[in-house]
């Protein structure tokens, strides 16, 4: 049985993993719905691929629909995960679901490296025991089962928001780095110097994620709204999730101008994050030579840069960001799980850290 | 070792040529011992007879040997590079989780 080595990234919002065996990052939206057996029968009969639009998965005979696939059948499905992560079935199916894409193979043994954030570092231990096991499940497909067997042989266990720096080329790997990640839930910041983590009061730092945006682009747009004939009461997390991602909200086939909603929710979470760092961190950031972000909001061009200028006007440190700052946790973890189990496989990839760009030199790659 | 080519000698019995070839090489050397004895002959041979082409192909194979070899090193050092990096990297993650 082959060895892969992986790193899996299972947030709130994205469940992201990457492996030596995998020719891409695997990244499925977070929605997991149990499901009948019947249910699954009929909706199996519409899955030709296994692929992150068409999971659909069969474990400890109950049946369970992921990502996309759930959002296309129950399309108000609500995320569903807390912070009680061990011995959560719906966290389980989410590790499971980007695990079994990981490899072509039916069974195979997994040395891998999950993230937490920094609130549940307490939970490190009884994650790492929970999911050092075998598990059993199957894909189900119009063919029948695809049947997974993954023996997961080692997990390690590292802050999420420490991951990125090991996607940084190696000569910058053991600077002085601030790390921001802003995720969907959580937005974490963390000073790491030399790979030492800062333990000073206030250099690490837990904050609100998008959540903090959506729910006040839900508010303005409960307001905007609510004297006409679309008015709301709520708007669903993947509504607001989808506007905010397409920056567009249709209503039928009519496009609404929501252009200075956007740009406020936008303004509000920027200020909200740049503070946070520089009220809680701000005197040691300037002994930083990096600051590091990653998420998912960051591929939104205006926030990116306008936080960048922010840091870069107060600090004069380069700010840089992954190509795909969605991806950079889970291209962290699967870094540092080749470094920790290099040893587990014969030929390791060795992913090129080439994608990581500086904010100075965006324009010029734009122009 | 894994060799990297074969090649198979056939002596026929009806074949005067085969037949002296075959009870001169059993004669100067044992049965086991064979191939080495018939590499040799034909390293004297090729190094007298094809100079040029002998030394241009022995420095070839010599140079990719020592490339090889420095490929070989320079894994080993990125491996080694490696462990040193992920000791430290733990140690510190230790630290951090056992505040």
Redesign the interface.
Known sequence: MENIIAGIDSGYGFAIGESNKSNKTILMRNYVRRISKKESVDISQNIKEINENNILIKYDDKYYICGELCLTYYPTEQMKLDDNRVNNIYHLIEILMVAGQLSKDNEFNLFLTVGLPNRL?EE?QNLINWLQNKFEFSFLTINGEIKKSVNIVEVSC??QV?APIFTLPEDK?NKYICSIDLGHKTADIMLIN????V?QPGASISAEGCIHLYKLLETQLVNKFSQTNYKKKDYSQILLQKIFEKEEYKIGDTTQDISDILDFVINDYLDYVYYKVENSAGEYLVDADIFIASGGILKNNTFRKTLADKFKAEHGKPFMTAKDPQLAIANGLFQ?AL??Y?DKIIDTKEKDTDDIEEMDEINEIQG | MKYKDRIVLSFYPDDNTDMILLELINNTTSKRYRSSKIKDILYNYFKENYKKDFEIIKKNIENSTETEENSINIIKNIKKSNKDTINVVNKALNDWNEE
Not at chain 1, 194 to 197: E, G, V
Request: proline share 7%; net charge positive.
């Open positions: 570092k490190r590292i802050p420490y790997r030399n790979f030492n983590i333990k540092y470094l920790q290099q």
